[in-house]
C-alpha cells in the first residue's frame, strides 16, 4: 500500500512540474547587485532643483563620474530636478531621495531618434527618459518620483477626460483633430495616427522616414537592454509615454517595493513588461496601469522568433494591481516563448481581465510551465481567468465549422499551466479558454476557485483540461458551463450556487472524453443540452 502511494505521488509529481527544473518549494532565483559606497550628489555637478532649469548635463556627468570611479551612488536628492534623458552606466545606484522627483522635460527636442524595440519589433522610436545598454550592477533606488511627462506625448480622446481635463488638456497646446474629438501633441503626432490606422507606418523603413512623424513615436519610461543585475527598489515611476518599465533581454532582475501610475486612459501604458528575461524577482509591488499590469514577454512574429529568448525563470509575489487591461499577463509579443513562471499572493482590483493569456496565429512560441496561486480578485470587467489564441483576430463564432491551417513553426503554443487558489468577488465571466482548432491549449490544471461572475465556465479547443473544487455563482444559468471541441476534460467538485437552467452545453464535433465526478447535478432543470450531432456518448457523468 505505502509503494503504491508513493508510486502515485511520484507520478502526480512529474506531472505537476513537468519538464521545470523548478517547484513551489524550489523557485528561481535572481542575483543582486552591490555597490561601493560612494555617493556622487548631481548638485555638486551643477544641477539645480528650481522646476525651471534643465539639469541633463550635470546628471549625466555625475553618472558618468561615478562609472570612472568604479561605481557607487549617483543622489538626486529632494527638489523637483527638470531633465531629459538620462543614460544609466555600469555599477550605478540612481538614488532618489523622499520628495526627490524626476521631471522629464517637456521639449521633444531633448529626446533623439534611435533605434530601438517596441513591442517585440525593432524600429525607431525617441529615446526612454531612462535608459542603459550592456550593464552590469545597475539600480535605481529610493523613495523619489520619476516622471516621464506622459500627457504631452499622448493623443486623447474627448470621451476619456472629464471636461475640465478636456479643457486643461486643450490649452496646454497641440492641435485638435478636424472634428475636435481628439487632441494631438503636434502635427507629427497626428500624421503618425493615421499612418499607423491605415497600415502605412509598417512601409517606413529609415531613419529619415521616421523623423516625419518623431512626435509620435512615444518612449517607454525606463528601457534596460542586455543588462546583468539589475535593481529596482522603492520607487515611483509614472506617467509613461507608453510602457512604463521595461527591461528587455535582461539577466539577474529583482523589481521590489515599486510604485507603477499611468493614467486610465494610457493607451500602450503597461506598467511592466519583462521581455526576454532570465531570472527575476518581481515583489511588493503596486501597480496601476493605463493597459496590461505585469506582463511577460518575448518578442514578436518572425523577429521574436529569431531572438529565440524566452522569458524565463520569474518569481512574482505579494504585488497590487488596479485598472489595467489584465493583472497577470503572458503574450501577445511572447513569440521567443515563456517558461518557469511562478506568480502568487496576488490581488487584481478593477482590472479587465485578472489571468490573461494571450496569443494570435503568426505570433509562434511556446509557453509553458506556468504557475499561479493565491490569486484575489475584485470587479474584474471581463474574464477572471482568461486564454485566448485569437487576440486582436476574428474567432469563430460558437458553433460555427472552421477549416483549420497547417501547424507551422508560426503557430503559437500553450501548454502546463497550474492555477489554483483563485478567489474572484465580481467578473463578467468566470473561466474562459479558447485554443485553435489546429492547436489546442494543453494541460490546464485550475483547482480551488471560488468566483462570483455574470456568466460561468467557457470552453473551446482545449485538451487535457483538469477543474477541479471550482465554485461558481452566475447571473447567467443557460448554461453554466459551454464546451467545444475539447478532448479530455476533468471536472471534479464542481458546484453552481444558483439553480441553473442548463448545467452543461455541449457543441463542437470534436470533443472527447469530458468526464464530470463528484458533481450534484440536481441543482440544475436540466442537466445537458448537446447541440445537433453531438454524440451524447461524448459526456459522463458519475
Not at 461558481?472 to 471534479?492: D, R, S
Not at 472524453?513 to 459526456?539: C, I, M, R, W
Request: with cysteine; charged share 25%.
Amino acid at each position: 500500500m505505502l509503494l503504491r502511494s508513493f508510486l502515485v505521488a511520484s507520478l502526480c509529481c512529474a506531472v505537476v512540474f513537468g519538464q521545470s527544473q523548478y517547484s513551489w518549494d524550489n523557485l528561481p532565483k535572481a542575483a543582486v547587485p552591490t555597490f561601493k559606497k560612494d555617493t556622487f550628489n548631481i548638485k555638486k555637478f551643477g544641477a539645480i532643483a528650481d522646476g525651471l532649469t534643465l539639469n541633463t548635463k550635470s546628471i549625466n556627468a555625475a553618472i558618468d563620474a561615478c562609472n570612472k570611479n568604479g561605481g557607487g551612488v549617483v543622489l538626486v536628492p529632494e527638489g523637483v530636478w527638470i531633465t531629459g534623458p538620462i543614460e544609466l552606466k555600469s555599477n550605478v545606484n540612481l538614488s532618489l531621495s523622499r520628495n526627490a522627483v524626476l521631471d522629464f522635460t517637456r521639449d521633444f527636442n531633448q529626446y533623439l531618434l534611435v533605434k530601438t524595440n517596441w513591442e517585440g519589433l525593432e524600429t525607431y522610436r525617441n529615446q526612454s527618459p531612462i535608459s542603459g545598454t550592456n550593464l552590469v550592477n545597475v539600480a535605481i533606488t529610493g523613495k523619489g518620483v520619476v516622471d516621464g511627462n506622459g500627457d504631452i506625448w499622448r493623443a486623447v480622446g474627448r470621451n476619456r477626460l472629464t471636461e475640465s481635463d478636456w479643457k486643461h488638456q486643450v490649452a496646454s497646446g497641440g492641435m485638435l483633430s478636424e472634428d475636435g474629438k481628439t487632441w494631438y501633441p503636434s502635427p507629427q503626432s497626428e500624421k503618425g495616427e493615421k499612418l499607423y490606422k491605415s497600415g502605412e507606418l509598417k512601409k517606413l523603413s529609415s531613419q529619415a522616414d521616421f523623423e516625419s512623424i518623431k512626435d509620435f513615436l512615444r518612449p517607454n519610461l525606463l528601457v534596460l537592454t542586455r543588462c546583468k543585475k539589475v535593481l529596482l527598489e522603492g520607487v515611483i515611476f509614472q506617467n509613461s509615454p507608453a510602457w512604463c518599465v521595461h527591461p528587455l533581454m535582461c539577466e539577474d532582475v529583482t523589481i521590489r517595493n515599486v510604485t507603477v501610475k499611468n493614467p486610465e486612459y494610457a493607451h500602450n501604458g503597461d506598467a511592466l513588461d519583462l521581455e526576454s528575461c532570465k531570472n527575476v524577482l518581481v515583489e511588493g509591488c503596486t501597480l496601476d496601469a493605463g493597459d496590461d499590469g505585469i506582463c511577460i514577454k518575448s518578442g514578436r512574429d518572425e523577429q521574436g522568433r529569431k531572438r529565440g529568448m524566452p522569458t524565463e525563470n520569474v518569481v512574482v509575489r505579494n504585488c497590487y494591481v488596479y485598472r489595467a487591461h489584465g493583472g497577470f499577463v503572458i503574450g501577445s509579443e511572447m513569440s521567443g516563448g515563456a517558461k518557469n513562471i511562478f506568480a502568487y499572493n496576488l490581488t487584481f482590483m478593477g482590472t479587465d481581465k485578472g489571468l490573461r493569456f494571450k496569443t494570435a496565429r503568426g505570433r509562434g512560441g511556446m509557453v509553458e510551465n506556468i504557475y499561479c496561486k493565491n490569486i484575489y480578485m475584485k470587479d474584474i470587467i471581463d474574464e477572471a481567468i482568461y486564454f485566448d489564441m485569437y487576440y486582436f483576430t476574428k474567432s469563430p463564432k460558437p458553433g460555427e465549422k472552421v477549416e483549420a491551417p497547417k501547424v507551422t513553426e508560426a503557430t503559437p503554443q500553450f501548454q502546463n499551466f497550474y492555477i489554483s487558489n483563485i478567489v474572484c468577488d465580481g467578473a463578467a465571466k468566470g473561466i474562459f479558454v479558447r485554443g485553435l482548432p489546429e492547436m489546442s491549449i494543453k494541460n490546464i490544471h485550475i483547482s480551488d476557485v471560488s468566483i462570483r461572475a455574470d456568466k460561468g465556465v467557457e470552453l473551446f479547443e482545449a485538451e487535457n483540461l483538469d477543474l477541479k473544487n471550482i465554485t461558481v455563482a452566475t447571473k447567467e444559468l443557460n448554461p453554466i458551463v459551454y464546451i467545444e471541441n475539447c478532448n479530455g476534460l476533468q471536472l471534479q467538485n464542481f458546484k453552481n450556487v444558483n439553480m441553473a437552467k442548463v448545467l452543461f452545453s455541449i457543441n463542437g464535433e470534436r470533443n472527447k472524453q469530458l468526464v464530470v465526478t463528484k458533481t450534484d447535478v440536481s441543482n440544475a432543470e436540466q442537466k445537458v443540452v448537446f447541440a445537433p450531432g453531438v454524440s451524447e456518448s461524448v459526456l459522463q457523468i458519475k
